[in-house]
């Protein structure tokens, strides 16, 4: 069985950093892009980054280009995001995604989401 | 980035009835779009990709349609468990992925 499980979320204040981690389980997840999408609260989901098998492509959109930086661990069976430079906006729950078909595309799964709040 | 619009953001019908979903995008995006369901407490499920192609699970109640810019969800003889919020996505302008606004639906 698939299994995405998220950790680190918290609370942070503005300008600083908190680093969140997904621990996959039930498949080979060197085959597989990996990525972060966010949703704030009562808003809709908004991708957040990806990453290629190997890790040596990254791709971001310019909301958080720059700020995130998502890394995997393919011994451990990991994904990562670095978050830097907070701001109230980046408040919303993260979650951990996997992409179909060894590529960039849709997400067949999902895990359960970890929220992070920016806050004074 | 492709804007993809979705309607009605809410919906509310009762079991047994049929109801759409609608998804247009800002540009033609051929069949590179998904759709979602979340229920609360529940992870994000993914129920159609490629437009129209049922995701392995999905019962066959679902099914997607349109190709281009104007795509539909609809799900026949509604359940009581098919209650919750439903996105489209698209994954033509890869890797800037974008999605709909969402709509919740109700089962009266």
């Known amino acids: 069985e698939v299994q995405l499980v998220e950790s680190g979320g918290g609370l942070v204040q503005p300008g600083r950093s908190l680093k969140l981690s997904c621990a996959a389980s039930?498949?080979?997840?060197?085959?597989?892009?990996m990525a972060w999408v966010r949703q704030a609260p009562k808003k809709g989901l908004e991708w957040v980054a990806t990453?290629?098998?190997?890790?040596?492509?990254?791709y971001y959109p310019d909301s958080v280009k720059g700020r995130f930086t998502i890394s995997r661990d393919n011994a451990k069976s990991s994904l990562y995001l670095q978050m830097n430079s907070l701001k109230s906006e980046d408040t919303a729950t993260y979650y951990c995604?996997?992409?179909?078909?060894?590529?960039?595309?849709?997400?067949?799964?999902w895990g359960q989401g970890v929220m992070v709040t920016v806050s004074s | 980035d492709v804007q993809m619009t979705q309607s009605p953001s809410y919906l509310a019908a009762s079991p047994g009835e049929s109801v759409s979903i609608s998804c247009k995008a800002s540009?033609?995006?051929?069949?590179?779009l998904a759709w979602y369901q979340q229920k609360p407490g529940e992870a994000y499920k993914l129920l159609i990709y490629?437009?129209?192609t049922l995701q392995s699970g999905t019962p066959s109640r679902f099914s997607g349609s349109g190709s281009g810019t104007d795509f539909t969800l609809t799900i026949r003889s509604l359940e009581p468990e098919d209650f919750g919020l439903y996105y489209c996505?698209?994954?033509?302008?890869?890797?800037?992925?974008?999605f709909g606004s969402g709509t919740k639906l109700e089962i009266k």
């Open positions: 995604a996997r992409h179909v078909g060894g590529t960039i595309a849709a997400f067949d799964y």
């Open positions: 996505q698209q994954y033509y302008e890869k890797p800037h992925l974008t």
């Open positions: 490629s437009g129209s």
């Open positions: 039930g498949f080979t997840f060197s085959n597989y892009y």
């Open positions: 990453i290629s098998t190997s890790g040596s492509r990254t």
């Open positions: 540009k033609s995006i051929s069949n590179y």
